[in-house]
C-alpha cells in the first residue's frame, strides 16, 4: 500500500473523529444553555439544538456550503451546490486529502456550533417559527460568505487573515447574529426594572452548565485540532495543546475576575471563561507559542467576565452572555495573531505574517482588524434586515403570556420537568 | 466664629431646644407625629451648624427616646385603663439601633418587655400581651414603623418576665445554632425606654456574667461577628450589589455598619463591658487595655464617618420620600469620601480579625 493511501486513510479517520467531536458540542449547547435559563423553558432551549443541527445540515449540504467553499467569485462561491461539481470546483479544500463528503460533514459541524451561538441571543422569549427561517437564512446567505471571505478564497483569505479555527467565521459571527436577536427581541419580561436596574434571572441548573461547558471543552479539540484535517506532521497536538492551555487559563482569568470584581467566585462565570478562552484561541491556536496561548486564554475568560456584567448593566439581555463569551472574545481571538502570531508557526501553516510581538509590524494587526470589522459589518447588516423585516411581519417573540408560562408548554406542549410545574402533575404529587 | 456663624448656631440651638419642648408638650400621639414628621428640618439645621456628628446624634437620639416613652407611656395609661395596673414592675426597652443610641431620621422599631409581675399568670400574661401591643401600635402611630422582622415586644419571644427571660437565654447558649448566636448577640444591645429600668440592667448584668462562663458560646459569636464579608477586595475595589432594584449600589448597612458595631459589640462583651452605645463600649475597650489610644481614635474617625453616611443618606431618603434603606451611589460620594470609606471598611475588616481572634484566645484562657 503505497505511503499517501495510508495518510489519506489516517487522514480521514482522523477528520470523522474531529467531526463527530465537534457535532457532540450539539450536546455541550444543550446542556449549557438548558442549565443556564429556566425549568419552564428547559425543554424547548435543550431540543431546539437538535432543530437547529437539522436544519443547518439540509441547508448546508443544499447550498451553503458550495457558497462557502464552492468556486465562485472573491465574494461568495457560484457553484457545488447539493456536493455536485468537477475536480476544480471545492479547489479551496484541496489542500484537505480526505473525501468531500468528510469535509462536507467537518464543515458542517462547524456551521452547527454558530447557529447554536446565534440562538443563545433568542433564547426564554423568541417564537419557534423564527428559529425555522433564521436557521436556515444563517446556514446559506450569512455564515457560508463569512466562511468564503477566510477560506473558502475570498478576500480576506487573500489578504492573509488568520483565523484558523473560526474565532471570526464561526463564534463572531454567531455572536453578531445573537446580538442583534437580543437588541430586537427586548429583554426578558422581568430582567430589568423600571429604573433600568437588572434582575438575577438564574439558570435552573448549574451541574447542566459545568456538564455542557466540559462537553464543549471536549469538543473543542476536535473544533480546533481538526482544523488541520491531517495527521501528517502531527501539528494537531501542537493546535490541541494551545487550545488546553487556553481553556485552563480562562477557567482561572474568570473566577480570579469574577472574586476580584463582585467578591464571588461565581461558577458559570468560570464556565463561561473556559468557553471564551477557547473562542479566543480558535483564530490563534495555530499561529502562537504555548505562554501566547495563556495569556490570550486568561485575557479571553478575565475580559469577557467584565464584558458580561457591563452590558447587562447597560440594558441587554443577553441570557447566556452569548455576545461576550462569543464575539468578544472572538474578537481578542482574532486580534490576537496580529500581536502573538510566531514566525515559525506562521511559515509552518503558511497563512499571513507574523505578529506585532515578533517585528512583524503593524500589517498582520491590520489584516486581523478588517478581518473582524468585515465580518461584523455583513452580519450584523443582513441580520438586523432579516430579523427586523420578519419582526415586522410575522413577530420575532412569544406573547408575554405564553413568555410567563413558558415556551415549553406555549411551544410544545409539554414541560421539560413535568412533575414540578404541571399543575395536574403537582397537585397529585401533593395529594400522595 | 464670626456673626453669621454665632447667629446662625443660635438659631439651631432655638430650634433643637423648640422641637425638645414641643415633643415635651405632645399630649396626643398625633401630635408626637407630627413632630417626627418635622424632624428633618431641624437634623438639616444641625448637620449645616457646626456641631459634630455626635452631637447631632446624641440630640436626635434623645428626642427619638422622648418621643418613644410618651407613647410608650400613652399605651401604658390605656392598658391600665382597660384592666388595671399590674402588681409589680415592668420595662419596656429598644433594641438595636435605638438601644445603640444610632437612630437617624426615620427608623424600625425593635424593642421588648420584661418584667416581674407577682400576680396570676393568666392575669400577668394578658398584661404584658396587651401593653407590648398597644406599645407597639401607638410607636407605630407616631411614625416608628414595624420591625420587618418581627423583633418587637408584641411577639412572644421578645416579651418575658425575669426568670422566663433567664431560661430562654440559657436556652439559646444550650443550642448555640446560627439563629441562637444571633438572639443573644441582639440581646447584647438592650436599653430602657419605659419602666423600671432596674430590671433590665440587672438582665444585663446577669447575661454578661453568665456568658463569660459559656466561652464556646462567646467563641462562636465572635466567630459569627467576624465572618460577615466586607465587599472590598485586596486592591480597594467596593463591591456593589450586581442585581435587583439596587444594582450598582453599595448597602452601607450591611456592607460595613453592621459588620462594625457587631464586632465592637461582642468585643465589648469579651471584656465585661456593659455599656450600650457603640461609642462608650469604644471608649471602655480603651480603658481596658482592649485597644489602643491610636485604635480607638481610629474607630470613633470610622465611626463618625459611617454615622455621618447614614444620616445623610437617610434625610436625602426622606426629603425625596423614599423607602429608607441603606444602598448608596458611590458615584454621589466624592472622591474624598470614597477613600474614607475604604479606609473605614479595611478597619472593619481589622476589627473583625481582632474579634475572632480574642474569642478564641478567651476561650482558651477559661481552660474549657
Do not use: Q, Y
Given at each position: 500500500m503505497k505511503e499517501s493511501t495510508i495518510m489519506m486513510y489516517m487522514d480521514s479517520l482522523w477528520v470523522m473523529v474531529a467531526a463527530v467531536l465537534v457535532i457532540g458540542m450539539q450536546a455541550g449547547f444543550a446542556l449549557l444553555e438548558a442549565g443556564s435559563t429556566r425549568m419552564k423553558n428547559s425543554g424547548h432551549v435543550a431540543g431546539k439544538q437538535i432543530l437547529s443541527f437539522a436544519l443547518a445540515t439540509i441547508a448546508f449540504w443544499a447550498a451553503g456550503f458550495g457558497i462557502t467553499f464552492g468556486e465562485g467569485n472573491s465574494l461568495f462561491g457560484t457553484s457545488g451546490w447539493m456536493?455536485?461539481?468537477?475536480?476544480?470546483?471545492?479547489d479551496a479544500l484541496s489542500w484537505a486529502n480526505v473525501p468531500l463528503s468528510l469535509k462536507f460533514l467537518f464543515q458542517l459541524a462547524f456551521v452547527g456550533v454558530s447557529l447554536a451561538i446565534a440562538w443563545g441571543g433568542f433564547?426564554?422569549?423568541?417564537?419557534l417559527s423564527v428559529y425555522f427561517i433564521f436557521g436556515i437564512v444563517f446556514t446559506v446567505l450569512i455564515y457560508p460568505v463569512i466562511g468564503h471571505w477566510v477560506w473558502g478564497g475570498g478576500w480576506l483569505g487573500e489578504m492573509g487573515m488568520q483565523d484558523f479555527a473560526g474565532s471570526t467565521v464561526v463564534h463572531l459571527q454567531g455572536a453578531i447574529a445573537a446580538l442583534v436577536a437580543t437588541l430586537l427581541l427586548g429583554p426578558r419580561i422581568g430582567k430589568f426594572n423600571k429604573d433600568r436596574t437588572p434582575n438575577l434571572i438564574p439558570g435552573h441548573n448549574q451541574v447542566y452548565t459545568v456538564l455542557g461547558g466540559i462537553i464543549l471543552w471536549i469538543g473543542w479539540f476536535g473544533f480546533n485540532a481538526g482544523s488541520t484535517m491531517g495527521t501528517a506532521d502531527g501539528f494537531f497536538g501542537y493546535v490541541a495543546l494551545t487550545t488546553n492551555l487556553a481553556a485552563a487559563a480562562g477557567a482561572i482569568g474568570a473566577i480570579l475576575t469574577s472574586k476580584f470584581l463582585t467578591g464571588k467566585a461565581d461558577i458559570p462565570a468560570m464556565v463561561n471563561g473556559v468557553l471564551a478562552a477557547l473562542v479566543a484561541i480558535t483564530a490563534a491556536c495555530a499561529f502562537v507559542e504555548a505562554w501566547a496561548a495563556i495569556v490570550i486564554g486568561f485575557f479571553a475568560g478575565a475580559f469577557t467576565f467584565w464584558t458580561s456584567v457591563y452590558f447587562e448593566r447597560k440594558g441587554v439581555d443577553d441570557p447566556i452572555y452569548a455576545f461576550s463569551v462569543h464575539g468578544i472574545a472572538g474578537i481578542i481571538g482574532t486580534i490576537s495573531t496580529g500581536f502573538f502570531a510566531s514566525p515559525r508557526l506562521v511559515e509552518q501553516t503558511g497563512v499571513g505574517k507574523a505578529g506585532l510581538f515578533y517585528g512583524g509590524g503593524f500589517e498582520q494587526l491590520f489584516v486581523q482588524t478588517i478581518g473582524v470589522i468585515g465580518a461584523a459589518v455583513y452580519v450584523g447588516v443582513i441580520s438586523f434586515i432579516l430579523l427586523f423585516a420578519m419582526k415586522k411581519l410575522v413577530g420575532l417573540r412569544v406573547t408575554p403570556e405564553q413568555e410567563i408560562s413558558g415556551l415549553d408548554i406555549s411551544e410544545h406542549g409539554s414541560y421539560g420537568y413535568p412533575e414540578h410545574l404541571d399543575p395536574s402533575l403537582t397537585s397529585a404529587k401533593k395529594a400522595n | 466664629m464670626n456673626f453669621f456663624d454665632e447667629s446662625k448656631g443660635k438659631q439651631v440651638a432655638f430650634k433643637i431646644h423648640s422641637v425638645k419642648e414641643k415633643v415635651q408638650k405632645a399630649a396626643t400621639l398625633e401630635e408626637l407625629r407630627r413632630v417626627h414628621e418635622k424632624f428633618i428640618s431641624w437634623i438639616q439645621a444641625l448637620q449645616d451648624s457646626q456641631h459634630s456628628i455626635g452631637e447631632i446624634y446624641a440630640h436626635l437620639n434623645e428626642t427619638h427616646d422622648v418621643i418613644a416613652r410618651k407613647a410608650v407611656a400613652f399605651a401604658y395609661e390605656r392598658v391600665i385603663q382597660d384592666i388595671g395596673e399590674p402588681e409589680g414592675n415592668l420595662c419596656f426597652f429598644s433594641m438595636g439601633s435605638s438601644a445603640r443610641q444610632e437612630q437617624t431620621i426615620w427608623t424600625d422599631q425593635d424593642n421588648g418587655l420584661i418584667h416581674d409581675f407577682r400576680m396570676d399568670q393568666e392575669k400577668a400574661e394578658r398584661f404584658a400581651r396587651e401593653f407590648s401591643e398597644a406599645s407597639v401600635h401607638y410607636l407605630s402611630e407616631a411614625g416608628y414603623p414595624l420591625c420587618p422582622g418581627n423583633v418587637m415586644a408584641s411577639n412572644p419571644r421578645w416579651r418575658h418576665s425575669e426568670s422566663e427571660w433567664k431560661t430562654q437565654m440559657a436556652a439559646y447558649w444550650n443550642k448555640t445554632s446560627e439563629h441562637d448566636l444571633k438572639y443573644l448577640m441582639m440581646l447584647l444591645d438592650t436599653r430602657p425606654i419605659f419602666g423600671n429600668p432596674g430590671l433590665l440592667y440587672q438582665l444585663k448584668s446577669w447575661y454578661l456574667h453568665e456568658l463569660r462562663q459559656h466561652p464556646n458560646v462567646i467563641m462562636k459569636m465572635s466567630s459569627l461577628a467576624g465572618s460577615h464579608d466586607i465587599p472590598i477586595n485586596f486592591a480597594g475595589m467596593i463591591f456593589t450589589e450586581r442585581w435587583g432594584k439596587f444594582a450598582g449600589r453599595f448597602d452601607v448597612k450591611q456592607g460595613v455598619f453592621a459588620p462594625f458595631t457587631n464586632a465592637v459589640k461582642v468585643l465589648a462583651a469579651i471584656s465585661n463591658?456593659?455599656?450600650?452605645?457603640t461609642r462608650a463600649r469604644l471608649i471602655v475597650l480603651e480603658e481596658r487595655g482592649e485597644l489602643s489610644l491610636l485604635q480607638l481614635e481610629d474607630c470613633i474617625l470610622a465611626y463618625d464617618f459611617l454615622l455621618d453616611l447614614r444620616l445623610c443618606h437617610s434625610v436625602k431618603a426622606r426629603e425625596n420620600d423614599d423607602k429608607l434603606d441603606y444602598h448608596i451611589l458611590l458615584s454621589r460620594l466624592g472622591t474624598k469620601r470614597v477613600h474614607q470609606l475604604k479606609d473605614t471598611m479595611r478597619l472593619v475588616k481589622w476589627l473583625q480579625k481582632k474579634t475572632k481572634k480574642r474569642g478564641i484566645q478567651f476561650e482558651q484562657s477559661t481552660g474549657f
Open positions: 456536493l455536485e461539481g468537477d475536480s476544480k470546483t471545492f433564547a426564554e422569549r423568541a417564537k | 463591658v456593659e455599656e450600650s452605645s
